[in-house]
C-alpha cells in the first residue's frame, strides 16, 4: 500500500483536516465515516457553527481531523454534556461521535435519558462490536459467539447476556426524531450512510429533535480478519442480526 493510501485528509473545502496522518488502523471504518461527516457539514454549510462532542475510545481524536470547535469528554459522557451545550447554545449545530463500547456501556443511561427528553442533538454510533482501542475486550454489540479478548471462547448469553439493539431500544422511546442503521462494507452501503449522516443533521437544523445514526462499520485489528474479511463479516453476519433500517422518521411531520 502506497504511503498516500495511509494518509486520511478531508479535502472539502470548508471542513478540513490539519494535514495529520491517520491514527486509525488500515482498513478501519472510522477514516470512511470521517470523511462522509466532513462532507455532510460541508455541503450543509455548518462547520463555523458546529461544535463536536469528542467522547472515549478510537473516536477521540476527532479534533484532529475536523477544523470546528471541539470539547473532549469523559467516557459515555457525551450526550450528557451534549446536552448541555445545545441547551446553552441552541444556535450551535451540536454532534457526539461515539463508539459502542462508549455508549451502549458505561453511555447507556446518558443515551437513552438524552434520547427520552428528546434533545435536539445528532449521535452518530459506530457499532464494530468490539473495544477497539483499548485491546478488542467484549462490548455490548458483541454478536453471540463472537471472540474477544476477554470472551476467547466466545459470548454466550448466558454468561454475558445477548447483544444490545440500540436503535431497537431507543425506538420505544416516543421522543425521538430519527433513528437509522446503515453500514460501510460497500460503496452503495457508504452512499446511504452519507444519506442518513447528512439526514441526521439536518434534522438538529430544523429543530426535530433528537437523532442517532447507527454505523455497523468493522475493525481489522481487533477482529484479527483482513479488511476484506472485515467488510465480509460485517455483511454476512453482524447485518443479519442488526438490520439495516430507518427506525424513526419525522423530518416531514410537524
Known amino acids: 500500500m502506497k504511503k498516500k493510501n495511509l494518509e486520511y485528509i478531508l479535502k472539502s473545502p470548508k471542513v478540513e483536516a490539519f494535514q495529520n496522518k491517520t491514527h486509525y488502523c488500515p482498513g478501519c471504518g472510522h477514516g470512511i465515516l470521517h470523511k462522509l461527516l466532513g462532507d455532510a457539514m460541508d455541503e450543509l454549510g455548518i462547520k463555523d457553527i458546529t461544535i463536536f462532542i469528542d467522547s472515549v475510545g478510537c473516536s477521540v481524536f476527532a479534533y484532529n481531523y ?19 451545550v445545545k441547551r446553552l447554545r441552541p444556535d450551535k449545530i451540536v454532534i457526539t461521535y461515539q463508539g459502542d463500547g462508549d455508549l451502549a456501556a458505561i453511555g447507556t443511561a446518558e443515551i437513552i435519558h438524552a434520547a427520552n427528553r ?7 454510533f459506530v457499532n464494530n462490536a468490539i473495544y477497539g482501542m483499548t485491546g478488542g475486550q467484549l462490548a455490548p454489540t458483541t454478536l453471540i459467539k463472537q471472540k474477544s479478548t476477554t470472551t476467547p471462547r466466545g459470548r454466550f448469553a448466558t454468561e454475558f447476556g445477548y447483544p444490545l439493539k440500540i436503535c431497537e431500544m431507543l425506538n420505544t422511546l416516543k421522543a425521538p426524531a430519527y433513528l437509522e442503521r446503515v453500514a460501510l462494507y460497500d460503496p452503495l452501503h457508504i452512499k446511504k450512510a452519507k444519506e442518513a449522516v447528512k439526514k441526521a443533521l439536518r434534522m438538529q437544523i430544523k429543530g426535530k429533535g433528537f437523532s442517532l445514526v447507527e454505523v455497523l462499520s468493522h ?36
Request: charged fraction near 30%; proline fraction near 8%; include cysteine.
Open 219 to 254: 475493525c481489522p485489528t481487533n477482529w484479527k480478519m483482513t479488511p476484506e474479511e472485515s467488510m465480509k463479516f460485517v455483511k454476512e453476519k453482524m447485518e443479519k442480526y442488526y438490520p439495516l433500517k430507518i427506525f424513526r422518521d419525522r423530518e416531514f411531520k410537524k
Open 66 to 84: 475536523f477544523d470546528c470547535d471541539h470539547i473532549q469528554v469523559p467516557h459515555g459522557r457525551a450526550p450528557a454534556v451534549a446536552t448541555a
Open 118 to 124: 428528546g434533545e435536539n442533538i445528532t449521535i452518530i
